[in-house]
T-cell receptor
């Protein structure tokens, strides 16, 4: 079955460490997105990519970085510059605009 | 820029109806609706496009008022499975990026 896979489901890190969250899709979608979800704040866009080797900042890109070397993969790195990294991170993919987003099951990151 | 959803929370008995609203301060190109159950990925419900086109599940209905920059999701004869948090995601302007800005969510609880 086609889908979008995020790993790991839970991630724990010490403050000051960079951490990379994985996102892989086999839906052959061109566009991929990273959202951050905090209680009561909905989903906020971190980065998005519409094509391989190109990506754009979302509303809260500071302290994060991404790469899009392959169509299937869109990893997110949470750097030590991110002041409040503990959150639930959701990756999504879609076939450009006017089509549904397909979400992964998320990675819950806890930084202490 | 984030769309505003109302109400923030609603409690229903099985069989009752509910309406969830989504308002934007900017001109809308499209509105997406998703439902998320606790700890799970958001699931696509519907897309409403400028011009009247709709894509989504047959049992879900929604409206899109371009002039008022609003959308409403109608849940009729609610079932226990309707419980969850509903998010609207809005796309603005004429650019076809697929970039969505999500509201803060509306929590729906359906009781037996």
């Amino acid at each position: 079955d086609g889908g979008i896979t995020q790993s790991p489901k839970y991630l724990f890190r010490k403050e000051g460490q960079n951490v990379t969250l994985s996102c892989e899709q086999n839906l052959n979608h061109d566009a991929m997105y990273w959202y951050r979800q905090d209680p009561g704040q909905g989903l906020r866009l971190i980065y998005y990519s519409q094509i391989v080797n190109d990506f754009q900042k979302g509303d809260i890109a500071e302290g994060y970085s991404v790469s899009r070397e392959k169509k299937e993969s869109f990893p997110l790195t949470v750097t030590s510059a991110q002041k409040n990294p503990t959150a639930f991170y959701l990756c999504a993919s879609g076939q450009w605009a006017n089509s549904p987003l397909h979400f992964g099951n998320g990675t819950r990151l806890t930084v202490t | 820029q984030q769309p505003v959803q109302s109400p923030q929370a609603v409690i229903l008995r099985e069989g009752e109806d509910a309406v969830i609203n989504c308002s934007s301060s900017k001109a809308l190109y499209s509105v997406h609706w998703y439902r998320q159950k606790h700890g799970e990925a958001p699931v696509f419900l519907m897309i409403l496009l400028k011009g009247g086109e709709q894509k989504g599940h047959e049992k879900i209905s929604a409206s899109f008022n371009e002039k008022k920059q609003q959308s409403s999701l109608y849940l009729t004869a609610s079932q226990l499975s309707y419980s969850g948090t509903y998010f609207c995601g809005t796309e603005h302007g004429s650019s076809n990026t697929g970039k969505l800005i999500f509201g803060q969510g509306t929590t729906l609880q359906v009781k037996p």
